[in-house]
């Protein structure tokens, strides 16, 4: 196929597939999170990232339409936001047309944040705003997030993006979690009666990321939300493809915090996250 075909076929192929009444729009937003090359083509790099972004936009949309209905301005707090992908996508797709809502980005790294403030600018998103903080030490004016995602926040970062949702009384909460390690090393020292479930390293690796995420969504169970565990995305695209979403329906529900006990209690560690369990 000759290049000027390739580059037709390619734009034809995101324009198809970009969920917007005027995808030409989106170019240089897509080109700047390098979602489309710089020649408005796709690679196979920009293949998967837009891949991912789509199908969780497809994930986050329901809920976002839901708060769009429910609120006047809802606000949705993108936490360890990095380059701020998700954000822009979800204001381009969803918040921007509607003429309602806000992103707030919070990221750590300066620099991020001011590339995320420019790109911004430059795309006439004015409902977006950007926080050079820590998750951790981050407090949104008003004390209000309708929606808190975060994607792939490595670690416990994640576990500080629940915290700030439930402080933030978030109604909807998603997660792509991301390096999960702290149970693993807590793990390494237990020698209870299901330590042949972590006796290797590798397994160990495994088995701690795995009971990380169980651990999480019992703790939003607790927390009152509804729970759904379910594929970000292909793992021909991303090993890391855990998305954790939960919505609020009561304030608390004692059958889940009485599980994440028992669990707990089986296991023989307790990772820093149940520090949001009070007595």
């Known amino acids: 196929m000759k290049p000027a075909q390739k580059a037709a076929k390619d734009k034809d192929t995101w324009e198809k597939l970009w969920p917007s009444q005027s995808p030409e729009k989106s170019v ?77 980005g919070v990221e750590a790294r300066e620099q991020l944040v001011e590339s995320s403030r420019a790109l ?56 792509v979690p991301c390096c999960q390690a702290e149970v693993a090393r807590l793990l390494e020292g237990e020698h209870g009666p299901l330590r042949q479930l972590w006796r290797h390293p590798i397994q160990r690796r495994e088995f701690g990321a795995h009971v990380t995420n169980v651990i999480r969504g019992l703790v939003l169970e607790a927390h009152g939300y509804k729970v759904r565990v379910t594929e970000f995305t292909g793992l021909e695209h991303t090993m890391k493809n855990e998305l954790i979403l939960a919505e609020r329906h009561q304030r608390s529900n004692a059958q889940a915090r009485g599980e994440l006990n028992k669990l707990i209690d089986q296991l023989g560690v307790k990772p820093a996250l149940l520090d949001v369990m009070t007595p």
């Open 28 to 104: 240089p937003l897509l080109q700047a999170l390098h979602i489309l090359t710089r020649d408005g083509q796709l690679n196979a790099d920009s293949r998967r990232k837009l891949t991912q972004v789509l199908h969780l936009t497809q994930l986050l949309r329901p809920a976002l339409e839901t708060l769009l209905k429910d609120g006047a301005e809802p606000v949705l707090a993108d936490v360890g936001a990095g380059k701020s992908y998700l954000g822009f996508i979800l204001y381009d797709l969803i918040l921007g047309p509607t003429g309602r809502g806000s992103v707030v």
């Open 120 to 175: 911004a600018a430059s795309s006439g998103f004015d409902r977006m705003q950007f926080i050079a903080s820590p998750i951790a030490e981050t407090n949104l004016p008003g004390g209000r997030a309708d929606m808190v995602t975060a994607l792939h926040a490595c670690d416990t970062a994640t576990d500080d993006a629940i915290r700030f949702a439930l402080r933030h009384e978030a109604k909807t909460i998603a997660l």
